[in-house]
């Protein structure tokens, strides 16, 4: 078991914690583990309360990361109805070693999942699609294959509530529709981000799923999608991410993108001839006091020698 316990049930350490909530390890960052565990099971049972839990129901937290929602429900849900899976072997580990019950499952970057289709009633992902750029159609299309026809999958994703973090400008769904900030940016700094609109996660989602509601700012700054797995065949990866015909915001979502990614290039520039800058400063001073150094050292070598006359 683990060595710290709330009234919820085992706290991951520190480190683990900071995993999830994309911050340093702090007392502080425990606490919005805490916290922020709360509000997603309040969500997550306001949205999916017809459901789960339930009796029977099997769920699926996918990038449970270090049990921030999981430990919210696995004291009160049988083995085998609770199933998380992350591509973060500690966090898993921690998770399949302290909350009993729960299945974790350890996942690469990219789909399969090793499930078979049709294994969960509902699903959940919070804080995975807004860092997801490349494979986010394999993987809603993944999430699609393990949900039953009829289950429902919520997800988060970031909106109008990270717009002037993210972008830096005021929000303009029209003008975004999935857009990638940071497309390089390492995990350790948190990662690339995605800000979407409702208009396009209706146009290109809703090919894969019914969109039952959408939610702006419903967790914590962050949009709620509440999605239903209809029984017609799935559609391909492309045909999600294909433009929606006659939809002129596409257009503009896309030319608005280039314009920020030029933006973003500008700002990297100048931070990097800033560095350099400062790197440039930072050599001189190091030679200076190289020089200042050997010049000591000289005295006092002559100040060694004069004493060494004197004795004499």
């Known amino acids: 078991m683990s060595d710290v316990q709330d009234e919820v049930g085992p706290v991951p350490p520190a480190e683990l914690a900071g995993y999830i909530v994309g911050l340093e390890a702090s007392d502080g960052v ?6 922020q565990g709360a509000e997603l099971r309040e969500a997550i049972v306001r949205e999916l309360g017809g459901v789960w839990p339930s009796d029977g129901a099997r769920a699926l937290d996918f990038g449970c990361g270090s049990g921030r929602v ?13 199933v998380g899976c992350d591509i973060d072997e500690p966090c898993v580990a921690w998770v399949r070693d302290h909350l009993d019950g729960v299945e974790a499952v350890l996942t ?13 009633d509902v699903a959940w992902s919070m804080s995975v699609f807004s860092h997801l750029t490349d494979r986010w159609a394999q993987w809603l299309l993944e999430l699609r294959r393990v949900v039953r026809p009829g289950g429902r999958l919520l997800i988060s994703v970031a909106g109008g509530g990270a717009s002037q973090q993210l972008a830096g400008e005021d929000w303009d769904p029209d ?8 497309p390089g940016r390492p995990w350790r700094a948190g990662g690339p981000m995605v800000l979407h609109s409702e208009w396009w996660i209706r146009a290109h989602w809703g090919r894969a799923f019914d969109v039952v509601a959408f939610e702006a ?7 709620l999608v509440l999605l239903e797995r209809p029984s017609t065949p799935a559609p391909s990866a492309a045909d999600l991410q294909a433009p929606e015909p006659g939809e002129p915001r596409e257009l503009t979502a896309a030319l608005h993108a280039v314009a920020l ?3 973003e290039h500008l700002e990297l520039n100048r931070q990097h001839d800033a560095y350099a800058e ?15 150094i050997a010049a000591l050292e000289q005295q006092v070598a002559r100040g060694a020698g004069r004493r060494g006359l004197l004795r004499r």
């Not at 425990?30 to 916290?35: I, S």
């Not at 999981?70 to 609770?82: S, Y």
């Not at 700012?217 to 949009?223: K, P």
């Open 30 to 35: 425990v606490a919005a583990y805490r916290r």
């Open 70 to 82: 999981l430990r919210q429900f696995a004291a009160t849900v049988a083995p085998g109805q609770l």
């Open 108 to 120: 690469g970057e990219a789909p399969p999942l090793p499930f078979d289709d049709a294994t969960f």
């Open 175 to 182: 003008r975004i529709g999935m857009t990638v900030r940071g």
């Open 217 to 223: 700012g419903g967790l914590a700054g962050q949009d």
């Open 261 to 263: 990614a030029h933006r």
């Open 278 to 292: 400062a790197y440039v400063a930072e050599m001189a001073t190091t030679a200076e006091l190289r020089e200042r």
